[in-house]
C-alpha cells in the first residue's frame, strides 16, 4: 500500500522560510523512474503544480517560484523535502505531495496535504 | 506554458445523467499525455484518466477520457451520487506542469 503524508508548520510569517517534509511508504524513490512532486492549492482555488524530484536526483522547478524552492531527498528515511524561501500570503494554502511512476508525470498517489498559512 | 481551460466552470446534472466535461490547451499537448482527477471537499485530489483515455486503476467504467491535440474530455456515463465533485485536468507533455482551473460538477 503506497502511502504518504505532508508534515510542517500551520502558520509561517511573512518574509520567513516554509519547510515541508514528504514522508511516504511502499514504494522506493531508488526506483527507476519514480518521483515525488509538490503541488499546492489556495483556499477555494485550482491547484497547482511547484516541483518534482526523480529517482535519479534530477529536479525541476516552476519557473514562477523556481528562485524561492528547493527540493531535496532523503531515500533512506523515505522522505522529500520542500523549502520555499521569503514566504508571502499568496504562498497560503494546502500543499500536497504526490508519486508519480514509470517515468509518467501524472500523479497516482498522493497525501492528505497541509495547510499553511502566511500571515503576521 | 501551456494554459488548459476548462469548461464549463459549472456543470448541473442529475444522477443517472451524463456529463461532459472539457479541456482545451492554448497548445498541442505532446503524446496526449492529460490526466484527470478528481476532488472532493476536504479530500486530496484522485487520479482517473491518465495519457487521455486510460482509466486509472480502480477506476469505474463509466469514467472515460478522450481527444488529442488541444481538446481532451472527460465523460461520465450514468452519474451516480458520489461523482458529484470538482474535475480537474492536467499535462504533463511539456516540462512545465500545468493543470485546468476546474469544472465542478454539482446535483441540479
Known amino acids: 500500500q503506497i502511502t504518504l503524508k505532508e508534515s510542517g508548520p500551520t502558520l509561517v510569517k511573512p518574509t520567513q522560510t516554509l519547510t515541508l517534509t514528504c514522508t511516504f511508504s511502499g514504494f522506493s524513490l531508488n526506483t527507476s523512474g519514480v518521483s515525488v512532486g509538490w503541488i499546492r492549492q489556495p483556499p477555494g482555488k485550482a491547484l497547482e503544480w511547484l516541483a518534482v524530484?526523480?529517482?535519479?536526483?534530477?529536479?525541476r522547478y516552476n519557473p514562477s517560484l523556481k528562485s524561492r524552492i528547493t527540493l531535496t531527498k532523503d531515500t533512506s528515511k523515505n522522505q522529500v523535502v520542500l523549502t520555499v524561501t521569503n514566504t508571502d500570503p499568496v504562498d497560503s494554502g494546502t500543499y500536497y505531495c504526490?508519486?508519480?511512476?514509470?517515468?509518467?508525470?501524472?500523479?497516482?498517489?498522493w497525501g492528505q496535504g497541509t495547510l499553511v498559512t502566511v500571515s503576521s | 506554458e501551456i494554459v488548459l481551460t476548462q469548461s464549463p466552470g459549472t456543470l448541473s446534472l442529475s444522477p443517472g445523467e451524463r456529463a461532459t466535461l472539457s479541456c482545451r490547451a492554448s497548445q498541442s499537448v505532446a503524446n496526449s499525455y492529460v490526466a484527470w482527477y478528481q476532488q472532493k471537499p476536504g479530500h486530496s485530489p484522485r487520479l482517473l484518466i491518465y495519457?487521455?483515455?486510460s482509466r486509472a486503476s480502480g477506476i469505474p467504467d463509466r469514467f472515460s477520457g478522450s481527444g488529442s491535440g488541444t481538446d481532451f474530455t472527460l465523460t461520465i456515463i450514468r452519474l451516480e451520487p458520489e461523482d458529484f465533485a470538482v474535475y480537474y485536468c492536467q499535462q504533463y507533455g511539456s516540462s512545465l506542469i500545468t493543470f485546468g482551473q476546474g469544472t465542478r460538477l454539482e446535483t441540479k
Open positions: 524530484i526523480y529517482w535519479d536526483d534530477d529536479k
Open positions: 495519457a487521455a483515455s
Open positions: 504526490a508519486r508519480s511512476a514509470a517515468v509518467s508525470r501524472y500523479f497516482d498517489s
